[in-house]
């Protein structure tokens, strides 16, 4: 069984503070990895994607990948009310054709 | 571009009744997901269409069904519904072309259905 775990939530930083949300999953031969924001009552929107090791950097938000430990984070510089919201790490695992695999979500609540 | 788009936005069904959600996916994506979302599941996916066929399907009864037209416009059908079915349903698009795939999903608002 495939998994994506995101733990250690829910997560509350004061505005203008780093956030750092993490995830795990569970196979090496993932190849893509995605962050979706999800503000209560919406739906997921895309937000980072992110192929190879290493940092991505999109504005605010930065993703980073690190394929030997498993793990994908989504740093939110500066943060924002507007930033609170739920965050899912998704994994695409194996071939064209092969499912998304969402974690269960970490809420994030940026203080004024 | 529009963005994905689903029908209706909320339904009330009883138990035993079926239900036919809708989904039109961004112009120009070809692969269209469909998932669950409860608060206690999370984000379940359900199947994925490509070129009018079932690519990919998830752990679902076979109440759970779909399908996908020539224009790339999906529908979702639920038969038999029962009170468990009760969760949002969100359709997803991508990019999908012949020996050459983009992997960003684009979700659609969802259809929030209740079964009473």
């Known amino acids: 069984q495939k998994e994506v775990e995101q733990n250690s939530g829910p997560l509350s930083v004061p505005e203008g503070a780093i956030a750092s949300l993490n995830c795990t999953y569970s196979?090496?031969?993932?190849?893509?990895f995605f962050w979706y924001r999800q503000y209560s009552g919406k739906s997921p929107e895309l937000i980072m994607f992110?192929?190879?090791?290493g940092d991505k950097e999109d504005g605010r938000f930065t993703a980073q990948l690190n394929k030997a430990s498993q793990y994908v984070s989504l740093l939110i510089r500066d943060s924002q009310p507007s930033d609170s919201a739920t965050y899912l790490c998704?994994?695409?695992?194996?071939?064209?054709?092969?499912?998304?695999?969402f974690g269960k979500g970490i809420t994030l609540s940026v203080r004024p | 571009k529009a963005g994905v788009t689903q029908t209706p936005r909320y339904l009330i069904k009883t138990r035993g009744q079926q239900v036919t959600l809708s989904c039109s996916p961004i112009?120009?994506?070809?692969?269209v997901s469909w998932y669950q979302q409860t608060p206690g599941q999370g984000l379940q996916f359900l199947f994925e269409?490509?070129?009018?066929?079932?690519?990919n399907k998830g752990n679902f009864p076979g109440r759970f069904s779909g399908r996908q037209f020539s224009n790339s416009r999906s529908e979702m059908n639920v038969s038999t519904l029962e009170l468990g079915d009760s969760a949002l349903y969100l359709c997803?698009?991508?990019?999908?072309?012949?020996?050459?795939?983009?992997?960003?999903?684009?979700f659609g608002p969802g259809t929030r259905l209740t079964v009473t």
């Open positions: 997803a698009s991508r990019q999908a072309f012949r020996g050459r795939s983009t992997y960003e999903q684009y």
């Open positions: 196979d090496r031969g993932s190849q893509s």
């Open positions: 992110i192929y190879s090791n």
């Open positions: 998704a994994v695409k695992y194996g071939g064209a054709n092969s499912k998304l695999t």
């Open positions: 112009s120009g994506h070809r692969s």
């Open positions: 269409y490509f070129s009018e066929t079932q690519r």
